[in-house]
């Protein structure tokens, strides 16, 4: 254990809260860390979403990517100079936590970032003005709340002509549900400063700072996370094999129940009940799956944004 970076850890945050907590910039320095793994179905254009919405540059661990061209557009983004950092991390013990605290701490230190979102391929943080730095400048607050929509996959487009999202269900019987499925409720996920951080949590639902001072953003997040039947099955399986080789075994419940189902033989029986095919037209006729045209419309515009 390196016990320098962890004094450092939990000083620097006393001597920032005491110093300089929640100052307020104009032009604030943003920057998102992804975790990915074969992404490329989504990757360019998260990329591309993100710069447009005020991200000024990305931090990415890319954790054994192998076959797809997720390193291909790593390589080329970076290239660009919006990935200040690419880090290729060979573990296969799936440590997100670390890995991800290990991108914050990149960011703030080397990459000098004032916010910092902790994002996964699958998702676009979207903001309703246009700009998410908007947001944060207007914000007193050094942790920000996100809610977060799942967007319905529909299979043979890509995943940004999707415009449908879901809703949450409690009665799991009633539309054949899985315990899991996509219809299930979803945590909020946190944006924070960079002063005052001391840890994330599994997932990058909660952080912890100090001091800490939470609001709630006008920001939402539109989650891809079921993007067609083999990828699911793909993410569901490799994901399972790698949480079963992390020693910490709290953590990622979900990947441990479908992999539970797969060393069953259960899996590709328990997908329609992720996204419930068998109920559709009910669900929809109930208000569970609805209508929700904005990222869509955002990318149906791109041809008319200047992205430098």
């Known amino acids: 254990m390196d016990y320098l970076f962890l004094i450092k850890k939990i000083v620097l945050p006393v001597v920032e809260g005491g110093v300089r907590t929640n100052k307020r910039k104009s032009t604030p320095r943003l920057i998102m860390t992804l975790l990915v ?38 390589r080329k983004y970076k290239e660009k100079g919006w990935i200040v950092e690419a880090i290729e991390e060979k573990a296969t013990d799936y440590q997100q936590k ?27 943080w979207y903001a309703p003005s246009g700009d998410l730095k908007t947001e944060l400048v207007s914000s007193q607050a050094n942790v920000l709340t996100c809610e977060m929509k799942c967007v319905y996959p529909e299979e043979g487009k890509p995943f940004w002509q999707w415009g449908q999202t879901v809703e949450v269900v409690n009665d799991l019987e009633r539309y054949n549900l899985s315990r899991y499925s996509l219809f299930a409720r979803q ?17 990058n639902h909660k952080v912890t700072m100090f001091p800490k001072k939470v609001a709630k953003s006008n920001i939402r997040i539109y989650h891809y996370n079921i993007r067609g039947k083999k990828p699911f099955l793909e993410k569901m399986i490799n994901g399972g094999k790698q949480l079963e080789q992390n020693p910490k075994k709290h953590g990622g419940r979900h990947w441990r129940y479908f992999y539970q189902l797969y060393k069953e033989g259960l899996l590709e029986a328990e997908y329609d009940k992720v996204i419930g095919a068998t109920s559709f037209d009910q669900l929809k006729q109930d208000g569970f799956i609805r209508t929700d045209t904005t990222i869509p419309e955002w990318f149906g515009r791109l041809d008319e944004k200047t992205i430098k």
């Open 37 to 74: 793994k074969n992404e490329e179905d989504m990757l360019e254009e998260n990329l591309i979403f993100h710069k447009a919405m005020g991200v000024d540059g990305f931090i990415i661990t890319d954790n054994n990517s192998s076959s797809d061209r997720t390193p291909e557009i790593i």
């Open 98 to 124: 670390k890995w991800v605290d290990r991108m914050i701490w990149k960011a703030k230190s080397v990459h000098k970032a004032d916010w910092v979102i902790n994002a996964d391929a699958d998702e676009i």
């Open 187 to 203: 945590n909020k996920k946190v944006i924070h400063r960079t002063a005052g951080y001391i840890q994330i949590s599994m997932g």
